[in-house]
């Protein structure tokens, strides 16, 4: 599972540094790629087993409803194969660019998958989650921590 935050640094190609924490997902789920895609403010990535799950409950839906069609050409579409390099991957332009990554990024692990911020808009979105969070916890059935 994915788990911990990150500080990190794009270089001019938009190469980022997987932390070693991550890779050991990667290398257990025998993967050495990830994929990428456009989430509200910030990029998801998934080990591609978890994404081909998507991909089959999604494909299952109905594409004639709006919100399926709205899910698919934002969610499904912004899909990219990244494959690790070195120790790195290449973020796609086209998603720096949706996602307005900058130079500084933060990488959050999610568990099943981690989500890429820039830095000044992960900094606000993490303060509004820490005001939220004792109300949230008291609202998730089952969490029972």
Request: charged share 30%; glycine share 4%; net charge positive.
């Amino acid at each position: 599972m994915f788990r911990g935050r990150s500080k990190h640094v794009l270089d001019d190609k938009g190469r980022l540094a997987i932390p070693a924490r991550f890779k050991e997902v990667l290398k257990t789920r025998e993967d050495n790629c990830l994929v990428l895609t456009n989430h509200f403010s910030c990029l998801w990535a998934f080990v591609r087993d978890d994404w081909r799950a998507i991909e089959q409950k999604v494909a299952l839906l109905n594409q004639l409803d709006h919100s399926v069609s709205a899910f698919l050409r934002y969610f499904i579409s912004g899909a990219q194969e990244c494959p690790l390099k070195q120790g790195r991957i290449t973020i796609p332009p086209d998603l720096r660019e949706i996602s307005n990554l900058k130079k500084e990024v933060v990488l959050v692990g999610e568990l099943k998958l981690f989500e890429i911020w820039d830095k000044e808009k992960w900094e606000t979105e993490f303060e509004k989650s820490k005001a939220d969070f004792p109300q949230v916890t008291q609202s998730i059935p089952g969490l029972n921590i």
